[in-house]
């Protein structure tokens, strides 16, 4: 069974950045993708962001050019670096990892990390 934990969150005004990291904790298969998906109060959870265990990346369109997805495969953690934030990017922040088996994909949820951006 696999863990994942975040961390990193907190209050920050707006402009400025935070780094979240998810680490993942037991055996992991190679093939995989790791997300960030985010869910502020009375909203459905979205996709923020995607990287694949070749490092290819994906972000939604309204974080493009403010966060970066990243990742140390000899670590297990993915990154989120989140820069010139927005009060409309307060949300609990979670991270998904997702392991293609040749029988199917097997979906690990963290807990999640609150992010609340705010003067």
Excluded: H
């Excluded at 992991?28 to 790791?34: G, P, Q, V």
């Amino acid at each position: 069974q696999v863990q994942l934990v975040e961390s990193g969150g907190g209050l920050v005004q707006p402009g400025g950045s935070l780094r979240l990291s998810c680490a993942a904790s037991g055996s992991i298969f190679s093939s995989n993708a790791m997300d960030w998906y985010r869910q502020a109060p009375g909203k459905e959870r979205e996709l923020v962001a995607t990287i694949t265990s070749g490092g290819s990346t994906n972000y939604a369109d309204s974080v493009k050019g403010r966060f970066t997805i990243s990742r140390d495969n000899a670590k297990n953690t993915v990154y989120l670096q989140t820069d010139s934030l927005k009060p409309e990017d307060t949300a609990v922040y979670y991270c998904m990892l997702r392991e293609f088996y040749y029988t199917g994909t097997r979906v690990s949820w963290g807990q999640g990390t609150q992010v609340t951006v705010s003067s």
